[in-house]
């Protein structure tokens, strides 16, 4: 069972590079939706939470397909200090807050 | 403003021996939670409390037990910990309500041995 699918990477992008993430749910009712950044041996910190019509942070964008069940986040830019895991989280019980956490998709930025 | 506080960082048991990790929020938040995570496995959820008074199981909720002692604490007990509790474990706490994201705090490492 896997409610939340996640590519675990690792990604290695260059400074300055363009990397995006993606993540597809298996809750059609699931109704909030986040990414998460967690550095090692550390605890998650909220990046951005995502909405139905996109939205945008800085360099970091986020999109929500709910046809397809399908999340992503958009890194522009990249910098060292970006190098973390990415998570991709997501409520699964209906009317509760209850979040599902993906395994992480682990991002490397090289000089 | 110290967010979540959990204490101890650090923890290593024997098997059969039992223990309390405490949790603290200072953010008036209604909703607190237990994760555990483990390598490849990611967060799984133990229990949480949508709000003080209540407690309900979450998806690995077996070998431990919960008390949320007022608003601000929820603690996790492990009765007689196992080589299998070998984890990190998170609590976290949120505005109750879907939608909210959760603020978490630093983590216990925990070695049952």
């Known amino acids: 069972r896997k409610e939340v699918e996640q590519d675990p990477g690792p990604f290695n992008v260059p400074e300055g590079a363009t990397v995006a993430f993606n993540c597809t749910?298996?809750?059609s009712a699931?109704?909030?939706?986040?990414?998460?950044?967690?550095?090692?041996r550390k605890e998650p910190k909220l990046l951005m939470s995502v909405y139905s019509s996109g939205n945008e942070d800085g360099r970091f964008t986020a999109q929500l397909n709910r046809a397809s069940q399908y999340i992503s986040l958009l890194i522009r830019d990249s910098k060292l200090s970006d190098s973390a895991t990415y998570l991709c989280v997501v409520n699964i019980q209906t009317g509760a807050n209850n979040l599902f956490f993906g395994t992480g998709t682990r991002l490397t930025v090289i000089p | 403003n110290a967010g979540v506080t959990q204490t101890p960082?650090?923890?290593?048991?024997?098997?059969?021996?039992?223990?309390?990790?405490?949790?603290?929020?200072?953010?008036n938040h209604n909703s607190m939670y237990w994760y555990r995570q483990d390598p490849g496995m990611g967060l799984r959820l133990i229990y949480y409390s949508a709000s003080e008074g209540t407690t309900d199981k979450g998806e690995v909720?077996?070998?431990y037990n919960v008390s949320r002692l007022n608003k601000r604490e929820?603690?996790?007990r492990l009765e007689s910990a196992?080589?299998?509790?070998?984890?990190?474990?998170?609590?976290?706490?949120?505005?109750?309500?879907?939608?909210?994201?959760?603020?978490?705090g630093s983590g216990t490492r925990l070695t049952v041995v």
């Open chain 1, 25 to 27: 749910y298996s809750n």
């Open chain 1, 30 to 40: 699931s109704q909030s939706f986040f990414w998460y950044r967690q550095d090692c």
């Open chain 2, 9 to 27: 960082k650090f923890q290593v048991l024997k098997t059969g021996q039992s223990m309390t990790l405490q949790c603290a929020q200072d953010m």
């Open chain 2, 61 to 63: 909720p077996n070998g």
């Open chain 2, 74 to 76: 929820f603690s996790l």
């Open chain 2, 82 to 104: 196992a080589p299998s509790q070998t984890s990190v474990y998170f609590c976290a706490s949120s505005i109750t309500g879907v939608g909210y994201g959760y603020t978490f």
